[in-house]
């Protein structure tokens, strides 16, 4: 039987991805990208009658095309959502042993607008509504239906949406 590994995480890169050996690279087997980032997830918990922030980090492995695509878009502060599965890492250095839990990214997903609220309002990128049209002559109905109006044909929707 196989057993569930799979995290979604949503938070807030820690630094910019550098191009240093460490941050982003080549895996030199199959020369396959890979880009290490750490994030910030943030999660308020109820203590007694107040609530207190807790910030948690998390290290991410993104690999392939993704890590390469990804490169420029992943600056400091800027909200993703990593979805993908743990793996632990270990290691044994001078006797000792160490281990360490990465996430390993299947999915990433950036979020927020273009600026992510560092710039003006004036970078984000504009919300248009979609054009709703009725053309009645060109769909598959017969010659003999009737176009009567019965009722509210919703086509006069405002474009002031309240969500």
């Excluded at 050996?21 to 997830?41: C, H, L, W």
């Excluded at 290691?91 to 000792?96: A, F, L, V």
């Excluded at 060109?138 to 019965?150: A, E, K, L, T, W």
Aim: charged share 25%; proline share 2%.
């Amino acid at each position: 039987m196989t057993d569930l590994n799979h995290v979604v995480l949503i938070g807030r890169l820690t630094k910019d991805l550098g191009t240093d050996e460490r941050s982003f690279g080549y895996n030199v087997s199959n020369n396959q990208a890979r880009a290490n980032v750490s994030i910030a997830v943030n999660r308020a918990r109820k203590n007694g009658d107040q609530w207190i922030d807790e910030v948690n980090y998390f290290d991410v492995t993104i690999w392939g095309k993704t890590a390469e695509n990804l490169k420029p878009y992943l600056t400091k502060g800027k909200q993703i959502c990593v979805e993908g599965y743990l793996k632990q890492d270990r290691w044994e250095k001078d006797g000792q042993k160490f281990s360490k839990i990465v996430i390993v990214a299947s999915n990433v997903q950036l979020l927020g607008g273009r600026s992510d609220g560092a710039g003006s309002s004036n970078d984000a990128p504009k919300f248009q509504p979609a054009q709703f049209q009725s053309n009645m002559s060109n769909n598959n109905y017969s010659n003999n239906y009737s176009q009567d109006s019965y009722g509210d044909s919703g086509m006069d929707i405002s474009e002031d949406i309240p969500f």
